[in-house]
C-alpha cells in the first residue's frame, strides 16, 4: 500500500515499530529529520494500515502500491 504521512505520524510510526526494528526502511530513518507538518509519502505492508487506523493515525490517499512480490523487493534492497 501506498499512503501519505506527515511527519509527526512518521515519527510516531518511527518510535513504535521502525526503532524496535519490527518494520525496515530504506534508506534508514533518522526521525530527527522529519518536518512535523510535511507530509511524507510512504509505502507500507497493508497490516501496518490497519493497526494505524486502528489507533486513530492520520494516513492519507491510501492506494494499492504496485503489484511487487518480496523477493523483487529484496533484490532492489540489497542488489544481487
Known sequence: MTAYVSGAELRDIHDHWIAKRELLTVPPLDPSLLEAERLYHIVLPH?????????KKLLTNVAEGPAVTPEEVLREIFLE
Open 47 to 55: 497490516e501496518l494500515v490497519i493497526k494505524l487506523g486502528s489507533r
